[in-house]
């Protein structure tokens, strides 16, 4: 499913449906096998990275599930329109429990921190860094030979420090406002979840030409979606650099985006720095735009969207 479809789901009123006025319509018995897949899905995918999904399709107050019980003619309604919104949600949902599980990695600890100064890449302290190379369009297991793409990772005690270099010859970065839609441009992703047990996490992105989105999401455990207002929150300690670099001849166009994420402004940090061996939850992404739309792009598999913590991988710090 693609992001904007599920945006558009988020936001919608969970009693869109109250005041239905079409007469139910009689659910095929394809429409009603559907539904059955949704509730065997729902169970099977708890404890799974199809979790997310299962989540929008088991909660009574969700709209999609809703759609469940229109194609099961308990509720009136499209059902025509149920099947193409619970379908991929079905498919994502029973694709958990044998989806590939992100490597284990070490983020190493920067002796010296980077600048952010425009050099990005040429300062020395990234050759110590973590390099992340695999490359996957979301929802598939293979690798993309589409998008060449790499992230770098350090840390030390005030920063979580991220360079992302990408390949792409159709660089569309529109200059928005602060928390614009950077997700409709070129741009790094990236999601830092720093525990399991208080699914707060942060969104940042930004642009290829410096756009920025920035963002702190609670995760429903077993529900649908993040919880009102969670987007709320600017980070102004966040540094950032980005440059675009200009193709040598035969080699491709590409551009490089830098940041610092303050640690003192992820959950669980306000108090505390951060030491060796403990784990951050990450997901690395990456959007690529064309005149087509835009893909997606993570350096692991990820099921539904960046938005599903469950599939995260787990980052140790290293010192």
């Known amino acids: 499913m693609k992001r904007?479809?599920?945006?558009?789901?988020?936001?919608?009123?969970?009693?869109?449906?109250?005041e239905e006025k079409a007469p139910p319509a009689k659910p095929t018995a394809e429409d009603i096998a559907l539904s059955e897949r949704a509730e065997k899905a729902v169970a099977t995918a708890q404890g799974t990275f199809g979790r997310e999904a299962a989540n929008f399709l088991g909660n009574p107050k969700s709209w999609v599930h809703h759609l469940v019980l229109v194609l099961k003619g308990e509720k009136p309604g499209d059902t025509g329109y149920a099947r193409k919104i619970v379908e991929p949600l079905v498919k994502q949902a029973e694709a958990g429990p044998e989806w590939p599980k992100p490597a284990r990695m070490e983020i190493p600890y920067a002796v010296k921190a980077p600048l952010l100064d425009g050099s990005l890449g040429a300062d020395p302290s990234w050759k110590t860094a973590l390099s992340v190379l695999s490359v996957y369009e979301l929802n598939q297991k293979e690798k993309s030979d589409g998008a060449g793409t790499a992230w770098h990772l350090l840390w030390d005690e005030k920063y979580l420090y991220v360079l992302m270099e990408a390949q792409d010859n159709d660089i569309r970065a529109p200059d928005v406002p602060r928390d614009g839609p950077v997700w409709e441009q070129d741009c790094l992703e990236i999601f830092i979840l720093p525990?399991?047990?208080?699914?707060?996490?942060?969104?940042?992105?930004?642009?290829?030409?410096?756009?920025?989105?920035?963002?702190?999401h609670t995760k429903q455990p077993d529900a649908w979606g993040p919880l009102p207002n969670g987007p709320a929150k600017n980070f102004e300690d966040l540094r950032k650099s980005s440059r675009i670099i200009a193709a040598q001849p035969g080699a491709k166009q590409k551009y490089e985006i830098e940041i610092a994420v303050p640690f003192k402004d992820l959950p669980g940090f306000e108090e505390?720095?951060?030491?060796?061996?403990?784990?951050?939850?990450?997901?690395?992404?990456?959007?690529?735009?064309?005149?087509?739309?835009?893909?997606?792009?993570?350096?692991?598999?990820?099921?539904?969207?960046?938005?599903?913590i469950w599939n995260y991988g787990e980052f140790v710090l290293k010192k």
């Open 4 to 18: 904007s479809m599920i945006c558009a789901i988020l936001i919608l009123s969970f009693n869109v449906f109250s």
């Open 195 to 216: 525990a399991l047990d208080s699914p707060q996490y942060l969104e940042i992105l930004v642009g290829a030409k410096g756009a920025l989105f920035d963002a702190l």
């Open 272 to 308: 505390k720095k951060p030491e060796a061996g403990q784990v951050l939850y990450l997901m690395l992404g990456r959007a690529d735009a064309d005149s087509q739309g835009v893909k997606y792009y993570s350096y692991t598999p990820v099921l539904s969207w960046f938005h599903n």
